[in-house]
């Protein structure tokens, strides 16, 4: 386990806009309480809460990987009319004590899914 710091900043904070997560038209998730992670150089991600997710759209997959900053990560894909986008979500279900803020959240890749800040 890694802590951050000046060498590798992380920071999460609340984010105030509404934000919606959407595959294929479809709405996968929906939130005013997403929180905003930007780690060292990297984009900025959006976590959302589990339960402002559609959870009956979503299916756990073998898939896991670890983040030395953050801990294991396990996947979910997104069933949206009637495709499948495999692991499009991971989630930190037990992360570090340092990143506690985003157990019981999704993070969504940008490339599988639409993830816009709305109004």
Same mark, same amino acid.
Not at 3 to 26: C, E, F, Q, S, Y
Not at 103 to 118: R, T
């Given at each position: 386990? #890694?802590?951050? $710091?000046?060498?590798?900043p992380i920071t999460i904070t609340p984010?105030? #806009? ?6 294929? $038209? ?44 953050? $801990? ?6 997104? #069933? ?23 157990? $019981? ?6 490339? #599988? ?7």
């Amino acid at each position: 386990m #890694k802590l951050p $710091g000046p060498d590798h900043p992380i920071t999460i904070t609340p984010n105030p #806009k509404r934000v919606r997560v959407t595959a294929d $038209g479809v709405v996968i998730a929906e939130t005013t309480h997403a929180l905003t992670l930007k780690e060292a150089s990297y984009p900025a991600v959006q976590y959302v809460p589990r339960q402002d997710a559609n959870m009956a759209l979503l299916a756990r997959t073998e898939r896991t990987t670890h983040c030395p900053y953050k $801990g294991d990560a396990s996947y979910f894909s997104v #069933k949206a009319n009637g495709k499948t986008l495999d692991n499009a979500i991971w989630t930190y279900e037990t992360p570090f004590p340092a990143m506690a803020e985003i157990s $019981g959240h999704l993070a969504f890749y940008p490339d #599988k899914v639409k993830i816009e800040e709305v109004a």
